[in-house]
């Protein structure tokens, strides 16, 4: 465990804690934590992971336009459902993104899990994106997720990022309770 990955988990309960809460703030962390991040995992070789922090740079960017659009309110973005089309096309660009990174990295790399780690970047990217248009299943696709990144992060001996994920596991289960009750729900 290095100082630089304490200080990105730390900001990364932060910003997964706001996020929850639905405080746009939750996005400028976001960023910092993601930057650091994309360095920590460059450094045991999880390159999917890294190059997956930096597009959560982009998309940090994006999640903060999405949720405070200048000249609207605060809370202009409202928690929604997504219809199953919509869902069955995410999920099927997250197998396709996992599938070509996957294959990308296991020929031209020395990845340590080429295969895994795309899966995880691939459908991460969709959580991601569905979480900056807060979309409720963002919550369910980052509990499966996290469950796995614990895994992966455990075997490359990244203990503390372990933990992190784990804690990120709960407080999405929390995140999913919180948007399933907001009165402002669309398409429940």
Known sequence: MSGLELFAAVLGVIAVWLTVKQNPWCWPIGLVMVLLYSWVFFEVKLYSDMLLQLIYAVLQLYGWWQWTRPGRKPDTRQVSVLARQPLLIGLGVGLLASLALGAAMATWTDAAQPWLDAALTGFSLVA?????????????????????????????????????????????????????????????
Do not use: S
Not at 134 to 156: A, E, M, N, S
């Open 128 to 188: 991601q994106l569905w979480m900056a248009q807060k979309r409720l299943q963002c919550w369910t696709l980052w509990i499966v997720l996290d469950v796995i990144f614990v895994g992966l992060f455990l075997y490359k001996d990244l203990y503390l990022t372990a933990a992190l994920y784990a804690l990120f596991t709960v407080i999405a289960v929390q995140g999913l309770r919180e948007w399933r009750r907001d009165p402002a729900l669309v398409g429940a």
